[in-house]
């Protein structure tokens, strides 16, 4: 597997937990593919994430540096740790003759989508960039479904448009400022970029939604045109995302789902892979 498929498979991994890697932290992962495998660096800092009480919601550049570091100096500690392990904790065979439940049951396997048969990228830059574009679309796809959002116009319209008139724009939020109980707001679309800005006497309602904002996150904003190219936030509005109705198996048999054991790696962690699965 070369270094592009590697880093391919890295941002995939990512999406696939529930996060995503900023622009900062995907460009640290692109240099240092190079030298480290970018795959385990972002799985083990998966993992340290999992540990965390709060959970951030994009991965950052200073979060992959710190496991990048922590691998270097512990690679032969873990090792020798393993074999040490090994001696002072040998796996015992059981006695009893464990009959598990959900091996009598037969098995009911639909692959519904297979995503690798799809990818088609490089892992490069402008496939990173991209993949922002292609989310902008569709999010923006999403937000034109709601009727109070359908006339929406283009940053670009806004900026040429007289000063003292409203408008809707859909954009994607680059940066976030806080400072003396102000927002600024950097947000662009697929043409340009401008500075929105939510003031300290806005209403509380439009504050409280402006405290929500996250990085690259793609949102509606009423604005008003200033008689520069400042533009003054009146409303914000989300993307609807509906919720998922949980699904539950008929018979009461778990599922453990695992993935990326890393088997032959220094950090397999072999001993409780065979409590779970003793052929293993």
Same mark, same amino acid.
Not at 3 to 17: D, M, P, R, Y
Not at 24 to 51: C, H, M, Q, W, Y
Not at 133 to 140: C, G, L, Q, T
Not at 158 to 170: E, F, R, S
């Given at each position: 597997m070369n270094i592009a498929e590697k880093l391919q498979k890295a941002v995939e991994l990512t999406i696939s937990a529930g996060f995503q890697l900023d622009r900062d932290a995907f460009e640290f992962l692109n240099l240092a593919a190079s030298t480290?495998?970018? $795959? !385990?660096? $972002?799985?083990r800092t998966l993992e340290k994430i999992g540990k965390m009480k709060d959970k951030p919601l994009f991965i950052e550049r200073h979060l992959l540096e710190e496991t990048v570091e922590t691998h270097h100096r512990s690679q032969e500690t873990f090792t020798m740790l393993e074999i040490k392990q090994q001696q002072e904790f040998p796996i015992l065979e059981g006695k009893k003759i464990f009959r598990p439940y959900a091996k009598e049951i037969e098995a009911e396997i639909n692959i519904i989508e297979d995503p690798g048969s799809k990818s088609c990228t490089d892992g490069t830059i402008e496939d990173y960039l991209e993949y922002f574009r292609d989310r902008f679309r569709k999010m923006e796809k999403l937000l034109r479904q709601r009727i109070d959002v359908r006339d929406a116009v283009s940053i670009l319209d806004v900026l040429k448009a007289a000063p003292n008139t409203k408008h809707k724009i859909i954009c994607m939020?680059? !940066?976030?400022? !806080?400072?003396k109980q102000r927002i600024l707001l950097t947000v662009e679309?697929?043409?340009?970029?401008?500075t929105v800005l939510i003031p300290q006497n806005a209403p509380h309602e439009l504050l409280?939604?402006?405290s929500k904002i996250l990085p690259d996150q793609v949102i509606c904003i009423t604005v008003l045109k200033t008689r520069g190219n400042l533009l003054i936030a009146e409303d914000i509005i989300f993307p609807d995302v509906a919720k998922k109705t949980q699904n539950r198996a008929?018979?009461?048999?778990?599922a453990a789902l695992?993935?990326?054991m890393h088997v032959g790696s220094t950090m397999f962690q072999k001993r409780s892979l065979q409590?779970?699965?003793p052929m293993a």
């Amino acid at each position: 597997m070369n270094i592009a498929e590697k880093l391919q498979k890295a941002v995939e991994l990512t999406i696939s937990a529930g996060f995503q890697l900023d622009r900062d932290a995907f460009e640290f992962l692109n240099l240092a593919a190079s030298t480290v495998d970018p $795959v !385990e660096i $972002v799985s083990r800092t998966l993992e340290k994430i999992g540990k965390m009480k709060d959970k951030p919601l994009f991965i950052e550049r200073h979060l992959l540096e710190e496991t990048v570091e922590t691998h270097h100096r512990s690679q032969e500690t873990f090792t020798m740790l393993e074999i040490k392990q090994q001696q002072e904790f040998p796996i015992l065979e059981g006695k009893k003759i464990f009959r598990p439940y959900a091996k009598e049951i037969e098995a009911e396997i639909n692959i519904i989508e297979d995503p690798g048969s799809k990818s088609c990228t490089d892992g490069t830059i402008e496939d990173y960039l991209e993949y922002f574009r292609d989310r902008f679309r569709k999010m923006e796809k999403l937000l034109r479904q709601r009727i109070d959002v359908r006339d929406a116009v283009s940053i670009l319209d806004v900026l040429k448009a007289a000063p003292n008139t409203k408008h809707k724009i859909i954009c994607m939020v680059t !940066e976030k400022r !806080e400072a003396k109980q102000r927002i600024l707001l950097t947000v662009e679309d697929l043409q340009v970029s401008a500075t929105v800005l939510i003031p300290q006497n806005a209403p509380h309602e439009l504050l409280t939604k402006a405290s929500k904002i996250l990085p690259d996150q793609v949102i509606c904003i009423t604005v008003l045109k200033t008689r520069g190219n400042l533009l003054i936030a009146e409303d914000i509005i989300f993307p609807d995302v509906a919720k998922k109705t949980q699904n539950r198996a008929a018979i009461p048999v778990y599922a453990a789902l695992t993935s990326d054991m890393h088997v032959g790696s220094t950090m397999f962690q072999k001993r409780s892979l065979q409590q779970v699965y003793p052929m293993a």
